[in-house]
């Protein structure tokens, strides 16, 4: 059957399903997600919620094989990468990134900001490399940063600034879909309205999927479509992010929302 451009469009682009992580063995282990189901369709964003501890973490570093599955299959664009050897997973690592809480610490302190995009851009793309400083600067601009700034070191930065390069240092492998670990817990609030911004107008200009892991409600309301809440390893609500500021089903739920300030 002849698949049609609108039918792909339509269709998730991840989906996630009776995912299962654990850590330790035997007395010790600890189930830390248990049968979690979700997907994201393409240009659009799935907000993952819960308090530290809740396992929205580990749901992202299992997605980008940081960390194996137990049980499960997580599928992208149909394939399921996670049955996938580590030389077949390759090609999908530049299709999907991850951009990560402390941007101090995933950045190398060696290595000049150059340096740090360079290292992404080798995984993405092995040859034409005489173009490779245009797409340094392009990719800097695109964050709104100066490509000047390229030849510093990450101490030299804001931590808003830093979260900027880690998130053009995804950006050069040119990616479909990132998952962003709580990229804006640690920063300012001013800041934090910054680059939610910018990972709206990214968004839109490059048609990316995000998954935003985040342990606070009211961050996610402007930026997600759909909000999917954990608590112990598991999903207890998944809804359109209107339907659920309105009406939450779940206690816990409740329990989130009626800590956001003035609401």
Known sequence: MKILADDKASAPLLEVAGLRVEFGQGK?????????????RRRRTLAL??????????????IIRLLKPAAGTIRFDGTDISSLSESGFRPYRKR?????QDPYSSLDPRLSIRGSLLEALELGRPDGKSEWEDILAAKMRLVGLAPEYLGRYPHEFSGGQRQRIGIAR????????LICDEPVSSLDVSIQAQILNLLMDLQEELGLAYLFISHDLRVVKHIAQEVAVMQRGEIVEFKETEAL???????YTRTLLDAIPGR
């Open 28 to 40: 010790t282990r600890v189930r830390a997600v248990r049968d979690v189901s979700l997907s994201v």
């Open 49 to 62: 919620v819960g308090e530290s501890g809740s396992g929205k973490t580990t749901v992202g570093r299992a």
């Open 96 to 100: 999907i990134q991850m951009i990560f």
């Open 170 to 177: 995804a950006l050069c492998v040119e990616p479909e879909f």
């Open 245 to 251: 500021y309105r009406s939450p089903d779940h206690p």
